[in-house]
């Protein structure tokens, strides 16, 4: 790290400056060891399970370096990354930050994008605890990012029983609305129009996973990351079951046709709202609300294992798979 | 998982067939949550520290898709990011496997790779716990291992101080010899050959790093992994020391000019070798052998913070960085 004659060094030095040890919730000896060893070391709390997990976030694959503002890019690696987190029910600790630039991305676009990331470390109390640097064509980021959850509390996608009823947080579709607006936009993208907020800055619902798990309540959980029609179905297949959803309970992007906005919300991705079932007899003790994350009811987990969606006709149609899968 | 009907989930489905539960020395509850979840949860034993690493390990960085053996390329990954555990002093306990590929390579490609990455989780004791995959046009790899050491006995790199003695496992430089090789052959390359064993098939020194840790003989350790000239010094700044070094003690690869061996010994990177440093007293306590791996002193920490060589004509010369920097 003290070798600023080194490049990678330099990059090390620049992180570690901008993004390192910025949050204080971690603190008091969680990290006894953190960036600029060979690896972190962690102290994790005695009757927790450790949460484990990854994500790719890569330029041409999952955003454009010459479009997405680097602050946005900064902010959302570590946001979906989290998010994997709030859907365990758990709260995340620590991430290591695995980045591979051009040397043209090194100087002020790096500094937009530290300052993003630093914005999500502290909005996430999550600290940078190490990861990689190495030099590539394009823009790639992988986060490993390091949760915790009670012991025996943390929720999986396998638990969803016949009769359970169907959750979903914030509103659907958003983010794939923000999406097609950055599509037919020509250049770099201005950051602060709402439109493109959840699709530049989405948050993780780590209140509303942390509530749900520490009551019991979730069955089974998961965040919506590649779309509910993607999405739903890896739920059921997990639980061994089935579900019938109502298209009008749904909760759309507004100022949208209706036919339009359902779309969006069956098949959009990249909303980060986290989709959970809950046994009948709990299901009124969910609230409209939990960290002002609206929480809406869309439909119940069936014995058979078929996905249908009851359209507004009153018709039973075949819930059809179009969310994003990278290899399509 | 079971949507088979899905590119990506077949490729989940592969992953977990062919390098999914192999290795037993982590079961037992260990992992209650692996593959297919948000997350994978882990039981961290009580009274230990959780390590935590990540390496990259891209086509065109640090391998050639079309050259290298895709069994070396799945075993070496998992090595590399093993190292850093060892160079800990820890135990490696389970790895998120990130993996992004063209179509191209998800076919015999992705078999052979499985079958190198499943002989590592073995001989390792590494149980895969989770990961992302992507679609890129680049094989892209990165390797997130999580390990354990008991609390207190991480040995990390600042700990050196003046007058301790500076040994190495292995001999240097064998796997830059390994690679120049490659880099004369033209075609992909058979993984027989024994000069290249040391480049595809590198052997993290876990015993050796464990039990330098358990009897708290390491002041300061790091593993070589981009040659001695870059690796000490990162230590030495570390420990806010020097470094004496004599050419004569360091141990090169054999069949080969004096000169030409140094040169690799000094500078050669991928060794995967440990470096650590003992305090006078315990340098007698260093064993020649341990697990079948030589150790060898190669020299002295200093209190001036330079790093020097002494030469075969007892000349002291300047230690010139030429190690691998993946920005230079």
Redesign the interface.
């Known amino acids: 790290?003290?070798?600023s004659n080194?490049?990678?060094a330099q990059?090390l030095a620049r992180i570690l400056k901008q993004a390192g040890g910025v949050s204080h919730r971690t603190q008091g000896g969680r990290l006894?060891?953190g960036i600029?060893?060979?690896?972190?070391?962690?102290?994790?709390s005695?009757r927790n399970?450790?949460?484990?997990?990854?994500?790719?976030f890569?330029d041409?694959?999952?955003f454009l370096v010459e479009k997405h503002p680097a602050e946005s890019i900064g902010w959302k690696c570590l946001a979906r990354a989290v998010s994997?987190?709030a859907?365990?029910g758990?709260m995340p600790r620590?991430f290591?930050l695995?980045l591979?630039l051009p040397?043209s991305r090194?100087g002020a676009w790096l500094d937009e994008f530290l300052k993003g990331l630093r914005m999500a470390i502290r909005a996430f109390g999550c600290d940078l605890?190490?990861?990689?640097?190495?030099?590539?064509?394009q823009v790639?980021l992988?986060i490993?990012?390091?949760?915790e959850?009670a012991?025996g509390f943390?929720v999986?996608?396998?638990g969803a029983r016949a009769g359970d009823s169907i959750f979903v947080s914030g509103r659907l579709g958003e983010a794939e609305l923000g999406l097609r607006l950055v599509g037919l936009k020509k250049g770099p993208l201005h950051s602060k129009n709402p439109l493109l907020q959840k699709h530049l800055y989405p948050e993780p619902r780590l209140a509303l996973g942390q509530w749900l798990a520490k009551n019991r309540l979730a069955t089974a959980?998961?965040?919506l990351s590649d779309g509910l029609s993607s999405d739903l179905?890896?739920l059921c297949?997990?639980s061994k079951s089935g579900a019938q959803i109502d298209a009008t309970l749904i909760p759309t992007p507004r100022g949208l046709a209706a036919s339009k906005r359902l779309q969006l919300a069956l098949h959009g991705g990249d909303d980060y709202e986290l989709l959970f079932t809950v046994k009948p007899q709990n299901a009124l003790r969910i609230p409209a609300k939990i960290a002002g994350v609206r929480l809406t009811r869309i439909g119940t987990i069936t014995a058979a294992t078929r996905l249908v969606v009851k359209t507004g006709n009153g018709k039973i149609e075949e819930l059809k798979?179009r969310g994003w899968?990278?290899?399509?």
């Open positions: 790290m003290s070798h080194q490049p990678e990059l006894p060891v600029g060893d060979d690896a972190a070391l962690y102290r994790p005695p399970e450790t949460i484990l997990t990854c994500d790719w890569l041409g694959t999952h994997d987190v859907a365990m758990g620590c290591l695995n591979a040397a090194s605890a190490g990861g990689d640097t190495t030099r590539s064509k790639l992988n490993a990012v390091i949760g959850v012991a943390g999986t996608r396998s959980m998961m965040d179905p890896r297949a997990a798979n899968d990278p290899f399509c």
